[in-house]
């Protein structure tokens, strides 16, 4: 009888345990599981997308530049907008950038190397989009736009190509101090004996003492 009544008080402070706490660890059980099926459904959904993705890049990627500049576009803008958490939005833009520039429409073909300078996810590609805008401005002489965007942020194996178009836009502003420091700087961060790394140095023999 003592085992029993002391059984019985064990079940009843569960009891009243269970009805203080249960329906808390009730819900919190739910959201957990839920949170796990979210996960699962998230990363189902971008595989998904980025087949999706890939499908039409691969058919954006085999126009004709020149040609086919409407179907560029209108494809490029459906990967951007329907699927721009995938790496092939970003690839998407400076296709459909590189095509602008060659069909002479600079405005749009800048937006989209911002849009990618910011939100592409791949760390290349952002650099990539960083380069070749800087590079439309100081074509378009817009020097102070051209080193703004060179200043920003951006992956470390790009360095010496970065320093070496600021070495660029500097010379076109005829400051040769700072395009030589920035061709000299340039020169550490590229790979000796490298094309690009020859290149920066003649455009440094060039400024002279």
Do not use: C
């Not at 910011?118 to 805008?133: D, F, G, H, V």
């Amino acid at each position: 009888m003592a085992y029993d009544l002391e059984e019985q008080e064990q079940l009843d402070n569960i009891k009243a345990w269970w009805n203080r706490y249960g329906n808390f660890l009730t819900w919190a059980l739910i959201a957990a599981l839920g949170a796990i099926a979210a996960w699962q459904y998230w990363n189902y959904h971008q595989r998904g997308e980025s087949l999706k993705a890939s499908a039409q890049y691969e058919t954006l990627s085999k126009m004709n530049i020149t040609a086919d500049i409407k179907e560029i576009r209108a494809t490029a803008g459906q990967i951007i907008e329907q699927h721009p958490g995938t790496p092939y939005a970003g690839r998407a833009a400076l296709l459909a950038a590189k095509a602008n520039h060659e069909n002479n429409d600079a405005k749009s073909a800048k937006a989209q190397l911002e849009w990618a300078m910011k939100n592409a996810t791949e760390s290349s590609i952002r650099a990539l989009a960083q380069l070749q805008l800087a590079m439309l401005q100081l074509e378009e002489k817009s020097y102070d736009d051209a080193l703004k965007t060179l200043g920003e942020k951006h992956e470390a194996s790009f360095d010496g190509l970065i320093a070496s178009l600021k070495g660029d836009v500097l010379a076109a502003q005829e400051k040769r101090a700072e395009a030589k420091a920035a061709y000299a700087e340039a020169l550490t961060k590229l790979e000796a004996g490298s094309r690009l790394h020859g290149y920066t140095q003649r455009k440094l023999d060039a400024l002279g003492d």
